[in-house]
């Protein structure tokens, strides 16, 4: 009877469960079929049919021990010499074969060796370890975690309003005055942040000319002043629009307010009496 021992000590830091009995060819074990086998993992008699899950080292687990006995009376030659340490183990003569192992009873031991006849050169024990799978490119992807909505509400709110004359710094005006033509007039924007996020700010007015932005962000309770002057040709209403950016990528908020001039005509001068005539005298 020739006895086949392997000790292996497996340790699977894959992704995907691990078929330890894949790889018997690799470590020189094959059972025949009327062996006599025992297999052990982690010192309980599995069954020795070589699959099923005896066999699967589960997925990022710890080390697992199999130890593998199998014996065949009939399939090797008594006679045949003895393998050395290098090569792979030639049958060499042992014992009688011992009696069928019944799998419900208690592990089993190997038969003794015969004291008289040479040692058996063992197999190594390898220890095998299972490389992680790679990643299926047809897989679907993980969706990302959606990011948290942002908090607040933003508002803008603008007063557009007219002053005769050239100012340097704005405040509360009209939103109509009069004037003659080429009358100067500054047109005074407000514009305040009424909602609870900072805005980027923008002010438009086309007919007056205007499209600036703000210098700094408005800040939450904020307002500023933007001016712009012209003169008066003619009659103009227009509205001011004043464009929040949310510092958060939100949409913009708008707001808009109407003012503007009436332009008041020049009142002509009657001379009577003809071009010959003198002037009259006229009284402011």
């Known amino acids: 009877s020739i006895l086949h021992i392997v000790q292996l000590q497996v340790q699977n830091a894959g992704q995907n469960d691990y078929n330890i009995c894949d790889d018997l060819d690799t470590i020189e074990l094959d059972v025949e079929v009327g062996e006599e086998c025992v297999f052990i993992r982690n010192g309980v008699e599995q069954s020795c049919d070589l699959s099923g899950d005896s066999c699967i080292v589960p997925k990022r687990g710890g080390l697992s021990y199999f130890e593998i006995r199998a014996s065949n009376p009939s399939a090797y030659p008594t006679d045949a010499p003895i393998a050395s340490p290098s090569a ?29 006849s040479a040692p058996i050169a063992p197999t190594p024990a390898p220890i095998v370890t299972a490389t992680e799978a790679p990643v299926d490119p047809t897989s679907a992807p993980v969706a990302p975690t959606p990011a948290p909505a942002p908090s607040g509400t933003p508002k803008i709110k603008i007063e ?38 900072p805005l980027n700010v923008r002010l438009t007015d086309g007919p007056v000319g205007t499209d600036e932005t703000a210098p700094e962000i408005l800040a939450p309770g904020a307002k500023v002043f933007m001016r712009k002057e012209s003169s008066i040709t003619a009659d103009l209403s227009s509205p001011g629009v004043a464009i929040g950016t949310p510092t958060d990528g ?25 071009d010959d005539a003198p002037a009259p005298k006229i009284e402011e």
């Open 250 to 274: 939100r949409d913009d908020v708008i707001d808009e307010d109407p003012a503007g001039v009436a332009l008041v005509p020049d009142k002509p001068v009657c001379i009577p009496g003809g």
């Open 88 to 116: 792979k183990p030639s049958p060499a003569p042992v014992a009688p074969t011992p009696a069928p192992i019944d799998p419900t009873s208690a592990p089993s031991t190997p038969a003794p060796i015969d004291p008289t």
């Open 160 to 197: 557009k309003t007219v002053h005769l004359g050239s100012l340097h710094s704005c405040f509360k005006g009209q939103e109509l005055e009069y004037g003659f033509h080429g009358t100067v007039v500054t047109y005074c924007y407000e514009i305040s942040n009424i909602g609870d996020v």
